[in-house]
């Protein structure tokens, strides 16, 4: 069975930073690209990042760029968020997400993990 | 890159069919046939119902259809019933990222 558990989130003041974690189980990971994607509350789906097999191809939402850095480690089955210069529009349950073969779609998600960005 | 634009609700009667639209622009839905649907109950992850425009994934339901004209994609869901009721995501690729629609409230009356 497929399974994505996200970890790492929490309470964070602006400007902070925290390090998002997706262990990856039951599928070979390093067959897949991956996504993060994230949801504010009660808001709907934000599309922030994408890394390839091999993390040769990596892509950011405007919206991040330049504050988020998106990893893999494929020895270890994971998956990696590093957000840095938090803001409060960056509150946020983040999901990880696996990749039908390219861009084909989002087959299979984590529960998520929550981000809140408040002093 | 501006969001999909999708209705905010739409509803129906068990038993009847009801579709939701997801309009983007030439950049991204009319552009490329990997439009993808989601289904998100409330307090649990998105999941993936339709695929490259209406590929439906092992163990979706056929009641699930999806299709695309121009700018604009489309999901249909036949024989309405209420484990169909919550959000509904469009979502395209769009050279190099991905483009959500602004989400569909599925009520069953």
């Known amino acids: 069975e497929v399974q994505l558990v996200e970890s790492g989130g929490g309470l964070v003041q602006p400007g902070g930073s925290l390090r998002l974690t997706c262990a990856a189980s039951?599928?070979?990971?390093?067959?897949?690209?991956m996504s993060w994607v994230r949801q504010a509350p009660g808001k709907g789906l934000e599309w922030i990042s994408y890394?390839?097999?091999?993390?040769?191809?990596?892509y950011y939402a405007d919206s991040v760029k330049g504050r988020f850095t998106i990893s893999r480690d494929n020895a270890k089955n994971s998956l990696y968020l590093q957000m840095n210069s938090l803001r409060d529009d960056d509150s946020a349950v983040y999901y990880c997400?696996?990749?039908?073969?390219?861009?084909?779609?989002?087959?299979?998600w984590g529960q998520g993990t929550l981000v809140s960005v408040s002093s | 890159q501006s969001a999909l634009t999708q209705p905010a609700s739409v509803s129906g009667s068990p038993g009847q069919s009801i579709t939701i639209s997801c309009t983007g622009t030439?950049?991204?839905?009319?552009?490329?046939?990997?439009v993808s649907w989601y289904q998100q109950h409330p307090g649990t992850a998105p999941k993936l119902m339709i695929y490259?425009?209406?590929k439906r994934p092992s163990g979706v339901s056929n009641r699930f259809s999806g299709s695309k004209s121009g700018n604009t994609a489309s999901l249909t869901i036949s024989g309405l019933q209420a484990e169909d009721e919550g959000d509904y995501y469009c979502?395209?690729?769009?050279?190099?990222?991905?483009?959500f629609g602004t989400g569909t409230t599925v009520t069953v009356l």
């Open positions: 997400a696996r990749l039908v073969l390219l861009w084909f779609g989002l087959d299979s």
């Open positions: 979502c395209s690729y769009a050279s190099s990222k991905y483009v």
């Open positions: 890394i390839s097999t091999s993390s040769g191809s990596i």
């Open positions: 490259e425009v209406s």
């Open positions: 030439s950049s991204d839905v009319g552009s490329f046939n990997l």
């Open positions: 039951g599928f070979t990971f390093s067959r897949y690209s």
